[in-house]
C-alpha cells in the first residue's frame, strides 16, 4: 500500500490547463487531476481508432457496392448477349443447314452454239453492263448475307431433260460439254430467281436467246437463257422466288425451256448440288 501512495498521490495531483483567447479577453484557466486528463486523452485515442475504423468500412463499402454494381451491369449484358444468341440459333440452323458443298467443277471451254452460255461474251457484256450501272457497284460492295445469297432450288417446276456434264447434243449429234441444267416447261411459264441479288445481265446473247444474269456476291452468280421474255433490267434488286422471267425456245433450242446456270468465281458448277443442299 506504501508503494501505491506516490502513484496515488501523482494521479491525485492537478495541472492547470490555460486557455488564452486572441481577443482582449483575459486568459481561461481551469484545473484537473493527471488522472482525469489521461481518462480524456485514453478517450479521445478511442474515439479517433472508432471513426478511422468506421471511415474504412465506409469505404470498403462504397468500394463493394462499386463491385457489385459492376457485376450487375455485366451479368445484364451477359444476360442480353445470351438472349441474342438464342434468338440467332435457328437462324444459324438455317443457314448450316446447307450441309457440304460439292467440289467446285473446274470449267471447260465449249463449242459456239452447243447449248451453252457463251462465258466470255457474257464476262465482257456482264464487265460493260456494271461499268455503267453505279447502283451494281454500290450493291456489290455491301456484304450479302450468306443464306440469301446461295442458290436454292430451281427456277421453273419441269422435268428435268438435260443434266451438267458431257452429254450429246440435242441439235448436232455430237458430245459436248453441258454448262448447266435444262428444265423443260411450258411456253410462258414463269421464271423465279432462286436466289437474292442483282441484274447484271438482261438481253440476247446468241444462241442463248434472252438470258438473264444476276450477280448474289460471295462470287456466286446464276443464269437463265432461252427465255420468251426477260421481265427485269440491268440494276434491278430481285428477291428469291421473285419472278424475272417466262419459259421460251429463243437460241439455239430444241423447245420450250430453261437453261439454268450457275457460276461460282466465274466458273460454272453443278446446279443440282445446290437443289440438293437446299433439300437436305
Given at each position: 500500500?506504501?508503494?501505491?501512495?506516490?502513484?496515488?498521490?501523482?494521479?491525485?495531483?492537478?495541472?492547470?490547463?490555460?486557455?488564452?483567447?486572441?481577443?482582449?479577453?483575459?486568459s481561461?484557466?481551469?484545473?484537473?487531476?493527471?488522472?482525469?486528463?489521461?481518462?480524456?486523452?485514453?478517450?479521445?485515442?478511442?474515439?479517433?481508432?472508432y471513426?478511422?475504423?468506421?471511415?474504412?468500412?465506409?469505404?470498403?463499402?462504397?468500394?463493394?457496392?462499386?463491385?457489385?454494381?459492376?457485376?450487375?451491369g455485366?451479368?445484364?449484358?451477359?444476360?442480353?448477349?445470351?438472349?441474342?444468341?438464342?434468338?440467332?440459333?435457328?437462324?444459324f440452323?438455317?443457314?448450316?443447314?446447307?450441309?457440304?458443298?460439292?467440289?467446285?467443277?473446274?470449267?471447260?471451254?465449249t463449242?459456239?452454239n452447243?447449248?451453252?452460255?457463251?462465258?466470255?461474251?457474257l464476262?465482257l457484256?456482264?464487265?460493260?453492263?456494271?461499268?455503267?450501272?453505279?447502283?451494281?457497284?454500290?450493291y456489290?460492295?455491301?456484304?450479302?448475307?450468306?443464306?440469301?445469297?446461295?442458290?436454292?432450288?430451281?427456277?421453273?417446276?419441269?422435268?428435268?431433260?438435260?443434266?451438267?456434264?458431257?452429254?450429246?447434243?440435242?441439235?448436232?449429234?455430237?458430245?459436248?460439254?453441258?454448262?448447266?441444267?435444262?428444265?423443260?416447261?411450258?411456253?410462258?411459264?414463269?421464271?423465279?430467281?432462286?436466289?437474292?441479288?442483282i441484274?447484271?445481265?438482261?438481253?440476247?446473247?446468241k444462241?442463248?436467246?434472252?438470258?438473264?444474269?444476276?450477280?448474289?456476291?460471295?462470287g456466286?452468280?446464276?443464269?437463265?437463257?432461252?427465255?420468251?421474255?426477260?421481265?427485269?433490267?440491268?440494276?434491278?434488286?430481285?428477291?428469291?422466288?421473285?419472278?424475272?422471267?417466262?419459259?421460251?425456245?429463243?437460241?439455239?433450242?430444241?423447245?420450250?425451256?430453261?437453261?439454268?446456270?450457275?457460276?461460282?468465281?466465274?466458273q460454272?458448277?453443278?446446279?443440282?448440288?445446290?437443289?440438293?443442299?437446299?433439300?437436305?
Open positions: 500500500m506504501q508503494k501505491l501512495r506516490p502513484l496515488l498521490k501523482k494521479l491525485s495531483t492537478t495541472v492547470t490547463i490555460m486557455l488564452v483567447p486572441h481577443s482582449k479577453r483575459g481561461i484557466n481551469f484545473r484537473m487531476p493527471y488522472a482525469l486528463l489521461g481518462l480524456l486523452a485514453m478517450f479521445a485515442g478511442i474515439g479517433a481508432i471513426t478511422i475504423s468506421l471511415t474504412y468500412h465506409a469505404v470498403d463499402f462504397y468500394v463493394m457496392k462499386q463491385k457489385y454494381t459492376h457485376m450487375t455485366q451479368f445484364q449484358e451477359m444476360k442480353s448477349t445470351i438472349d441474342s444468341l438464342n434468338q440467332s440459333e435457328s437462324e440452323k438455317r443457314i448450316f443447314s446447307l450441309g457440304s458443298r460439292k467440289k467446285v467443277l473446274d470449267a471447260m471451254d463449242p459456239k452447243d447449248g451453252s452460255v457463251d462465258i466470255e461474251e464476262k457484256q456482264v464487265a460493260e453492263s456494271m461499268a455503267s450501272v453505279a447502283e451494281i457497284r454500290e456489290m460492295a455491301k456484304e450479302r448475307d450468306v443464306y440469301r445469297a446461295t442458290p436454292q432450288g430451281l427456277p421453273v417446276e419441269g422435268r428435268l431433260s438435260s443434266g451438267f456434264g458431257m452429254r450429246v447434243h440435242p441439235r448436232y449429234g455430237r458430245r459436248q460439254f453441258h454448262s448447266g441444267i435444262d428444265l423443260s416447261a411450258e411456253r410462258g411459264t414463269p421464271v423465279h430467281a432462286t436466289a437474292d441479288g441484274v447484271s445481265f438482261s438481253g440476247w446473247s444462241g442463248s436467246g434472252n438470258i438473264v444474269v444476276i450477280e448474289h456476291g460471295h456466286l452468280s446464276t443464269v437463265y437463257a432461252h427465255n420468251t421474255k426477260n421481265l427485269i433490267k440491268v440494276g434491278q434488286t430481285v428477291k428469291r422466288g421473285q419472278e424475272i422471267a417466262t419459259t421460251g425456245s429463243t437460241g439455239v433450242s430444241t423447245g420450250p425451256h430453261v437453261h439454268y446456270e450457275i457460276w461460282k468465281n466465274g460454272c458448277v453443278n446446279p443440282e448440288a445446290f437443289e440438293k443442299a437446299a433439300r437436305s
